[in-house]
């Protein structure tokens, strides 16, 4: 299966910043998903990057505030702006690997102050 | 709308107890997949399972079990003589089979095996 490098692992960010996140995949996948865990809570799809093509938000996430660049097959980034404590979750990118489901990350835990 | 129902927020046993987590599911799709994942204190998601709706068959892998009901929409996961180890958040997940593939995820059961 692909395996997949995040980073940072972890952030401490004061409110009103940015954070860009990381995600290298060592092969090339067309579609890579980013996820948010906030505290105790469950996993939630924030958008689709495909390729060549604006990523696709999910319900209650918008561009503005999660930009995600996906200038290649194997590479994604997304970014948290001007962040308020709000956004202190975990983000996880995630690859499609065939029939046998998605790979994850190791996650980005950030914390805002 | 899919769905997926862990009811189950934490779960406490004692070491060598079997314990089983439940997974309830809506989905209007005939096709579709569904999944255990393991979230240790780590924080990274470790696949478990893949299941494909048309296969029923009930799966063991080591010390692990998977119950799939069609007829209740149920994919249980029993964990026999747990360890300290097995303490995680586990999360079941449905997933369509076209289009972008997504996962619907459950909200987790925390799971704490005490020594």
């Known amino acids: 299966s692909a395996v997949i490098s995040q980073k940072p692992s972890r952030d401490i960010c004061q409110r009103g910043t940015s954070l860009t996140i990381q995600c290298q995949v060592d092969?090339?996948?067309?579609?890579m998903f980013w996820y948010r865990q906030q505290p105790g809570q469950s996993l939630t799809l924030i958008a689709t990057a495909n390729q060549g093509s604006e990523a696709t938000y999910e319900s209650g996430f918008v561009i503005d505030k999660f930009p995600i660049s996906r200038p290649n097959l194997t590479f994604s980034t997304l970014t948290v702006s001007n962040m308020s404590p709000e956004d202190s979750s975990i983000y996880l990118c995630?690859?499609?690997?065939?029939?046998?489901?998605?790979?994850f990350g190791s996650g980005t835990r950030l914390t805002v102050v | 709308a899919q769905k997926v129902t862990q009811a189950q927020t934490e779960i406490s046993v004692v070491e060598k107890e079997d314990v089983t987590l439940d997974c309830v599911y809506e989905t209007r799709d005939t096709t579709y997949y569904l999944f255990w994942y393991k979230q240790p204190p780590s924080g990274e998601l470790v696949f478990l399972i893949r299941?494909?709706?048309?296969?029923?068959q009930n799966e063991i892998s080591g010390r692990y079990s998977w119950n799939f009901q069609k007829s209740t929409s149920s994919f249980n996961f029993t964990i026999t003589a747990s360890q300290v180890v097995d303490s995680a958040v586990y999360f079941c997940?449905?997933?369509?089979?076209?289009?972008?593939?997504?996962?619907?995820f459950g909200t987790g059961t925390r799971l704490k095996v005490l020594a």
């Open positions: 092969s090339q996948v067309t579609m």
């Open positions: 299941r494909n709706s048309f296969d029923e």
């Open positions: 995630s690859v499609r690997q065939g029939l046998e489901g998605y790979t």
């Open positions: 997940a449905l997933s369509e089979v076209s289009g972008t593939y997504k996962y619907i």
